[in-house]
Each structure stands twice: as C-alpha cells, then as structure tokens.
C-alpha cells in the first residue's frame, strides 16, 4: 500500500541544505551574491569563486554571521586553475554537493558584423568554457558520492538571441544546450543539471552594457520592471536543493514573464 501524499509532504525548512558544500562562481556580486547568501542562510557551507580574490574574501567574512563561507580566487576561463582549485577545496574543505555556474560577463552593444572575434571568444570563454570546465571538475566527484545539483545561469539572450548581443546571446546559447547534454548524461546518477534563463536583473553587471540597450530590453518585460538579484537566487536555490528530485536537463525562465518557454 503506497503512503499517504499528506505523509509525504515535507516542509521547507530554513537549514535544508545543512551539511552541504555548495560552489557558487561569480559569487562575489550581482545574482552570485544573493545565490551565496540564501545558500548559507538555509545551511550550506558556501566557497565563493570570483575573479575578484578580494571581493570573494571580504563577502566570504560578510556571510559569517549567517553561515560558513569561504572566499577563493577563480579565473573560471583558465582550465588548469579550474581543475587544481576544485582538487583543493575537495581536499581541504570536501566534496561539493551543489555548483551554480553563474560568473559572467557583458560588453558594449553592437550588431554581429561589428563585433571583433576576440569579444566573442571572451564570451564563449566566461559563459560556455568556464561553465562546462567547472562542471567537468566537480560531476566525477559528485557521480562518486551518488548526489549533485548543478545550477548553470544562462539568460533570455540565449532562447531569442537579443539584437545588439550576438556574442553574448549565443554563449548563453551554448550554455543551455550543455546543460540539457549534462542533464541527460547524469540522470541515473543522482546528480541533476539544471539551467536558469533570467532576463534584465538589476545587478552591477547592467552597468557594463549601453543603457539604451538596457531600456530596450525593458520594454519587453510584461512585469513592466527589472528582476531582483535575490529573485533569481529564489529560483536557483530551488533547484540546487532536494527538493528537486524529478527535473534535469530543464530550463527555468526568471524573466518577468519575457519568454514563457
């Protein structure tokens, strides 16, 4: 006899992720800080990776009063450094559970002809490389202990293709095909791959970009405002937790109702 749904329920508790080593990359600003800091507020023992060594320390030190966290130096686009660092904290601090790939990077807008090759690879290079060398570094280890949760954040960009960011639109594209491989490669081992799409998030990344193109981006939001970084956190911290149990490969859209897809 099966039992009750009403027994199976579990609710959400404020330290789900106790015990847990979770890797957040860009997690020293924008949606990686909110990531880290909801992360370690439900219980996880949070390592922020950031091209910033600095940044990474001082927020590591932030977060202490929440939970424990640790701040590491990380360039995720150079492959040695990758693989010695993810063998570093898997000696030193232990097997990572969770891993949100969400550094990132923007530029300037510009159509596709005016683009120079060497902004593109820079974008192939943070969104698709770095993603999938983290990823590589950390699924053996995940695969060996039986559980995982691998959070990649991509963008809108990468489902439409937004005028202005060819680049960009097509690493973020790249990133959500990865994602929906992984998730079908891993989805008898207990590790789960899933990515999220946000659209315009208030972050210090927005900055980088032309305002212009920022507005025109706005406008196609039905919400009729910008996300908030812990808004995308939410969504992530979701589906780096245990209680998403049946879903890989699936993307998951944070975009005030731009793409419904």
């Not at 023992?45 to 130096?73: M, N, P, R, Y």
């Not at 150079?78 to 097997?95: H, L, P, R, Y």
Request: charged share 15%; hydrophobic share 40%; aromatic share 4%.
């Amino acid at each position: 006899m099966s039992t009750p749904v009403s027994e199976q329920v579990q609710p959400l508790t404020p330290r789900e992720l106790e015990g847990q080593l979770a890797l957040v990359t860009g997690g020293a600003s924008g949606i990686g800080a909110a990531t880290s800091a909801l992360l370690a507020a439900r219980g996880a023992q949070v390592v922020i990776l950031d091209i910033d060594g600095e940044k990474a320390a001082s927020f590591a030190t932030e977060l202490c009063h929440i939970g424990q966290a640790h701040g590491i130096q990380l360039d995720i686009t150079d492959e040695q450094a990758v693989t010695d660092t993810f063998e570093t904290i898997s000696a030193t601090i232990g097997t990572p559970a969770i891993l949100v790939n969400n550094a990132g990077t923007t530029g300037p807008a510009r159509p596709m002809w005016e683009t120079p090759t060497e902004y593109l690879r820079g974008m192939l290079d943070v969104h698709l490389l770095g993603t999938f060398f983290c990823s590589r570094a950390a699924i053996p280890k995940m695969i060996a202990s039986g559980y995982g949760r691998i959070v990649n954040v991509a963008s809108v960009a990468g489902k439409e293709g937004n005028a202005g960011s060819s680049a960009y639109s097509a690493a973020k594209a790249g990133a959500i095909g990865l994602t929906k491989s992984m998730g079908k490669e891993l989805a008898t081992t207990g590790v789960l791959v899933n990515v999220v799409t946000p659209g315009v998030i208030d972050t210090p990344m927005v900055s980088n970009t032309t305002p212009a193109h920022i507005l025109r981006l706005q406008e196609k939001i039905p919400m009729k405002r910008r996300g908030r970084a812990l808004e995308i956190a939410e969504i992530i911290a979701w589906a780096a937790s245990p209680r998403m149990s049946f879903t890989t490969g699936s993307v998951f859209d944070g975009s005030g109702g731009r793409t419904t897809y």
